[in-house]
């Protein structure tokens, strides 16, 4: 079907005497490698590969949900949320499948949840019919709070709920919001997997540009991996590269195969987190990360949505800063400063590679 494929870095592929690469559009589904039809704009979303749980088991979030801190609902959308929040029919039950149906407010909503790391997920949720339908949102981010309420965000709307379990917490998810990092349970007894650093790279949309200065909110971010530097980004058309070229693309047009390098960036932004995830596990995170997020938007999911997302993946953590979404939100609501709040430029972490715009 449409969308059930991406086009991904070829398994045996050889960097040439120009450091060409090949690739293939491979179907997930069919197990056949042909070219086909990308997931068109607008469509509604499809799984890309598995929800649910971590390593496939069933979703913790499983059962029904109901609104909770209702004064703190927050969307950008017309509309007020709070109201939404305080509305009688406003519930969601979650399959262990990782799909959640039912209403907030006047809207019918379904999800695709899919858990990243342990109290961690990312959603992608839509409006199937009546009130808003066609509506699509790919950059949710769920978080597990530690007293089992359910944080949830959509940056590219401004939007932010708390859920809490129906009938109150009764202990059946143990996941925190921030849990201890620690070895991911396939390497926990093998200690010749390394350790290696996560750091968030970060540069300009455009040189000699007003976006991007340490007095704006727009910054490209990527997820830089190792002392020996892989970086891995997601650009435009919604095409990720990491250090072999490209990794996956949700078009089979995308043609450009240049490596990343840590020196394509301005800083590096070291949070003290480390990871034992191999570059082979983050292609194929990666991989499945497209077919959930096939469009790229500039609101979001974009360079920062997969960078938070890849960081949680990689360290069970999510960033200690706001995306640019998030930021323009916080500063149109005339919260924490003028600027939003404060992004990676600003983190005492920061080591600056190249002069920032000032």
Same mark, same amino acid.
């Given at each position: 079907g449409r969308g059930s494929g991406i086009w991904e870095l070829g398994k045996e592929e050889k960097v040439g005497e120009k450091g060409k690469t090949t690739g293939s559009f491979h179907n997930k589904q069919?197990?056949?490698?042909?070219?086909?039809?990308?997931?068109?704009?607008g469509a509604a979303p499809s799984s890309g590969g598995p929800t649910g749980g971590l390593n496939g088991s069933p979703l913790d979030l499983a059962g029904a949900?109901?609104?909770?801190?209702?004064?703190?609902?927050?969307?950008?959308?017309?509309?007020?949320?709070?109201?939404?929040?305080r509305a009688s029919n406003t519930r969601l039950v979650y399959e262990q499948s990782g799909i959640g149906k039912g209403n907030v407010g006047e809207f019918a909503i379904i999800n695709e949840v899919t858990q990243i790391a342990p109290g961690q997920y990312t959603?992608?949720?839509?409006?199937?019919?009546?009130?808003?339908?066609?509506?699509?949102?790919?950059?949710?981010?769920?978080?597990? %709070?530690? =007293?089992?309420?359910?944080?949830?965000?959509?940056?590219?709307?401004? /939007?932010? !709920?708390?859920? #809490?379990?129906?009938?109150?917490?009764?202990?059946?998810?143990?996941?925190?919001?921030?849990?201890?990092?620690?070895?991911?349970?396939?390497?926990a007894s093998n200690p010749r997997v390394p350790w290696r650093p996560v750091r968030i790279a970060i540069r300009r949309f455009a040189k000699n540009s007003e976006l991007g200065s340490l007095e704006n909110l727009c910054w490209h971010w990527g997820v830089c991996v190792g002392e020996e530097h892989h970086c891995y980004e997601t650009q435009g058309s919604m095409v990720i590269f990491g250090p072999r070229g490209m990794v996956a693309a949700s078009s089979p047009l995308m043609i450009r195969l240049n490596p990343t390098h840590i020196n394509?960036?301005?800083? %590096?932004? =070291?949070?003290?987190?480390?990871?034992?995830?191999?570059?082979?596990? /983050?292609? !194929?995170?990666? #991989?499945?990360?497209?077919?959930?997020?096939?469009?790229?938007?500039?609101?979001?999911?974009?360079?920062?949505?997969?960078?938070?997302?890849?960081?949680?993946?990689?360290?069970?953590?999510?960033?200690?800063?706001?995306?640019?979404?998030?930021?323009?939100?916080?500063?149109?609501r005339g919260e924490k400063g003028t600027s939003g709040g404060d992004g990676p430029e600003s983190h005492p972490g920061m080591t600056w590679i190249a002069k920032p715009v000032t």
């Open positions: 069919t197990q056949q490698t042909t070219t086909t039809t990308s997931q068109p704009m949900w109901v609104p909770t801190r209702e004064s703190e609902w927050y969307n950008n959308n017309p509309g007020k949320h709070k109201n939404r929040a959603c992608v949720s839509r409006i199937p019919h009546g009130w808003g339908m066609g509506w699509i949102a790919y950059d949710g981010n769920f978080t597990l %709070l530690g =007293d089992g309420t359910l944080h949830v965000s959509f940056p590219s709307n401004g /939007i932010t !709920e708390y859920w #809490r379990r129906e009938g109150g917490y009764d202990g059946r998810i143990s996941n925190t919001s921030a849990p201890v990092a620690s070895a991911p349970v396939a390497h394509q960036y301005e800083g %590096l932004c =070291d949070l003290g987190q480390s990871t034992q995830k191999t570059d082979q596990e /983050i292609e !194929e995170f990666s #991989r499945a990360w497209v077919k959930r997020h096939p469009i790229y938007l500039i609101a979001g999911p974009n360079c920062q949505t997969y960078a938070e997302d890849l960081f949680t993946f990689l360290t069970g953590e999510n960033l200690p800063f706001p995306k640019s979404s998030t930021r323009m939100t916080n500063w149109s």
